[in-house]
């Protein structure tokens, strides 16, 4: 099936798969931040250094698989940053988000300037596309069979979050310390602990979101590569209520405005490209109005935690 434009179902599938693969990874790891009572406002700027240090890695070993590790790494010295100053500083989590993303921008667009100058390295090592046998030719839906393992294994980690958010005595242990931390702490749990291991992980997310964009999808690093993709992250967390599933669904409708306008941009509409890398944007913005107060988020989001004596 093609549209006038030349957009077939099979390519915008397969654009909308992709386009969802980096909020989605990065909305999961925001989940777990989110649940603890830990405002993820940061997750742009985890994006951002995950981004450049799985390219980094990639470059530096001639591997793509060294580069997740290095994209890793990157992600969780951002939340151990960040857990640093929010859960022991006790600072405001919703400006030190922002500086956060501020800070990254910054410091990735320093080291590529750097490192690299305006020379574009060859030499990066990246994630080929793998159809799987049998899937990959079904008719229409047979291209989201054929993506990168950054597409397979974000879709796959939405179940396992599912499972240990609901499902295990960690994920109660989290959503309890979002809820009411006092409460935790007078049963003998440790909310520092646990919030500090929630944004370690959610770093870890986030910066795999942030190299599907370099070693998943591009081969190279630009400044401010993420274009605001870890607010859409975000958005997608309040859209999809806070739960995998509603991220799932969250990140699959803005990967969808976000395919479907580079489509349009690469099929010659006549409709101004402004416009169409505009659509993403404008879908998120209208989210957040009609779900931000539907949204059920932990009751001790934001609040910082004082130990008690």
């Known amino acids: 099936m093609e549209s006038n434009y030349g957009i077939t179902v099979q390519g915008l599938l397969a654009a909308a798969v992709r386009m969802a693969t980096p909020l989605l990874l990065a909305g999961l790891g925001g989940l777990f931040s989110a649940k603890s009572g830990i405002v993820s406002m940061f997750l742009e700027g985890f994006m951002l250094v995950g981004a450049f240090m799985g390219f980094l890695g990639s470059v530096l070993t001639g591997s793509a698989y060294l580069g997740i590790l290095f994209a890793i790494a990157g992600g969780m010295l951002m939340g151990l940053i960040m857990a640093v100053l929010a859960v022991s500083g006790r600072a405001n989590q919703t400006i030190l988000g922002v500086g956060i993303n501020i800070f990254a921008l910054g410091i990735t667009s320093y080291f590529q300037s750097v490192l690299f100058g305006s020379k574009r390295p060859t030499n990066v090592s990246v994630f080929y596309d793998i159809p799987i046998p049998g899937l990959s030719k079904i008719p229409y839906i047979g291209?989201?069979?054929?993506?990168?393992?950054?597409?397979?294994?974000?879709?796959?980690?939405?179940?396992?979050?599912?499972?240990?958010?609901?499902?295990?005595?960690?994920?109660?242990?989290?959503?309890?310390?979002?809820?009411?931390?006092?409460?935790?702490?007078?049963?003998?749990?440790?909310?520092?602990?646990?919030?500090?291991?929630?944004?370690?992980?959610?770093?870890?997310?986030?910066?795999?979101?942030?190299?599907?964009?370099?070693?998943?999808?591009t081969g190279q690093f630009m400044e401010n590569i993420s274009s605001g993709r870890g607010y859409i992250a975000l958005a997608a967390m309040i859209f999809g209520r806070f739960s995998p599933i509603g991220v799932l669904i969250g990140s699959l409708l803005f990967g969808f405005a976000d395919g479907l306008q580079l489509r349009m941009q690469t099929a010659g509409t006549a409709i101004p490209y402004q416009l169409l890398s505009m659509m993403p944007y404008v879908v998120t913005i209208l989210a957040l109005v009609v779900f931000v107060k539907k949204s059920m988020a932990p009751a001790a989001m934001g609040r910082p935690y004082t130990k008690q004596k």
């Not at 397979?152 to 958010?165: E, M, R, T």
């Not at 931390?181 to 370690?200: E, F, H, M, Q, W």
């Open 143 to 217: 291209a989201i069979f054929n993506n990168s393992l950054f597409v397979y294994a974000a879709f796959l980690l939405v179940p396992v979050v599912w499972y240990v958010l609901y499902r295990t005595p960690a994920g109660l242990a989290i959503r309890a310390v979002g809820e009411n931390p006092d409460s935790v702490a007078t049963l003998g749990g440790n909310v520092i602990k646990i919030r500090y291991c929630c944004l370690l992980i959610a770093g870890a997310l986030a910066g795999l979101g942030g190299a599907s964009l370099t070693i998943g999808q």
